[in-house]
């Protein structure tokens, strides 16, 4: 059984683009939330989608906005790119029923910003 | 305001020395918590996890953690450290009661393991 997967796995971007980030929950998993780790960081909530809607948002920027689809995959968008958006994306799942699974992580996506 | 602090940035054992992180949290209600371990270049994987019952949970790899609410603490021990243990680890806490709402990290306790 595949976990989270993420994709792309590495991404050069240069300041002022756009970039999508696309995430698979595990299977049996319909909520999905996108986390941002900086470099030495740990990492911190950007928002989290259930039934195609956005549940809770952390304290980032309207320039970071996601979706998700009927098979509970995901996108994180992000526009007009800082070089300060450099990080590695991480996709996490998790039933919405049985929590006590705990969330799953993806492998990430490393965004460099130049 | 709720936070995770892991005091310890960096922590060095010798292989087959034991080991403990330390990570203490401040939380208004009930928490989850959670210890996370990163290998470089990976996502996080899930050592183990605390909701209610014994305070002292089992975990993969040979890690357990002991939940002190006393101490708002949830220190990671394991008695003989491997040197593929090499890593990041993280402590995180969440609500008590479901899934709807954000996991908060804290910064981190990096571990080398000298042979």
């Known amino acids: 059984d595949a976990g989270v997967t993420q994709s792309p796995t590495h991404l050069i971007k240069t300041r002022g683009q756009q970039v999508t980030l696309r995430c698979s929950p595990k299977s049996g998993h319909d909520t999905v939330s996108w986390y941002q780790q900086a470099l030495g960081q740990g990492p911190q909530f950007i928002f989290q989608y259930y039934e195609e809607e956005e549940r809770q948002r952390g304290n980032f920027p309207d320039r970071f906005s996601g979706h998700q689809f009927p098979n509970y995959s995901s996108e994180l968008n992000v526009n007009a790119l800082l070089l300060g958006d450099s990080a590695l994306y991480l996709c996490?799942?998790?039933?919405?029923?049985?929590?006590?699974?705990?969330?799953?992580f993806g492998s990430g996506t490393r965004l460099t910003v130049v | 305001a709720q936070s995770v602090t892991q005091p310890d940035i960096h922590i060095t054992v010798s292989e087959g020395a034991s080991l403990e992180l330390r990570c203490n949290y401040s939380?208004?209600?009930?928490?989850?918590l959670f210890w996370y371990v990163q290998s470089p270049g990976q996502g996080l994987q899930l050592l183990l996890k605390y909701f209610s019952g014994d305070t002292l949970v089992q975990g993969i790899k040979g890690f357990e953690a002991e939940f002190k609410r006393s101490q708002s603490s949830f220190n990671l021990r394991k008695p003989s450290v491997h040197w593929s243990d090499a890593a990041e680890y993280f402590c995180a806490v969440g609500p008590y009661g479901g899934a709807t709402n954000k996991l908060i990290f804290g910064t981190g306790t990096l571990l080398a393991v000298q042979p």
């Open positions: 939380y208004g209600a009930t928490p989850y």
């Open positions: 996490a799942s998790t039933p919405s029923v049985g929590f006590n699974y705990g969330y799953t």
